[in-house]
């Protein structure tokens, strides 16, 4: 499967990459040229990069899902290209990689995506309580910097983890 954003993540110097417990006073993160270039990054794929791995594991888990927040469409892309039907609801921005649409309807999505939800919204707990998904797909941080609370709290309530 080719995945150009991977790649590029891939060619970064280490200091670039987090791992382990967040870096977040180290100094090659809070320079301008780390904060340009991952903004780049963030803006032309995704904020979260997605590996073969995690790909791999959404298609064992879901064939057609509603992806919340898609952004650019970079992950909806690579799930299509591996016959996931993906419908992609993106208000702020029109998908690069794969079609979005600024009009919230679900049709036939029995999973529902989020990909490193808006800090602090409400976004996510109103995509999740919407309709009850049969599956959740969740990548982003837990309590701390996506979503509020109350979605993690409902997240956990109403769903089994499965995979990690």
Request: negative net charge.
């Amino acid at each position: 499967m080719s995945n150009p954003y991977l790649d590029e993540f891939n060619a970064l110097p280490d200091s670039y990459k987090r791992a382990g417990p967040l870096l977040e006073h180290a100094e090659s993160q809070r320079g301008p040229a780390y904060l340009e270039r991952r903004n780049d990054i963030c803006t032309k794929y995704s904020y979260a990069v997605p590996t073969d791995e995690a790909v791999d594991l959404i298609t064992r888990h879901a064939k057609s899902i509603f992806d919340f927040g898609s952004g650019s469409g970079y992950w909806a892309s690579l799930l299509a290209a591996k016959g996931v039907n993906v419908y992609c609801y993106e208000p702020l921005v029109s998908g690069k990689w794969h079609p979005t649409s600024s009009v919230m309807t679900t049709g036939d999505e029995d999973a529902l995506m989020l990909i490193w939800p808006e800090r602090q919204s409400s976004a996510a707990h109103m995509a999740l309580t919407m309709q009850n998904w049969k599956t959740v797909i969740y990548v982003g941080e837990i309590l701390r910097g996506c979503a509020e609370p109350s979605f993690f709290i409902e997240l956990w309530q109403r769903y089994e983890l499965v995979d990690w």
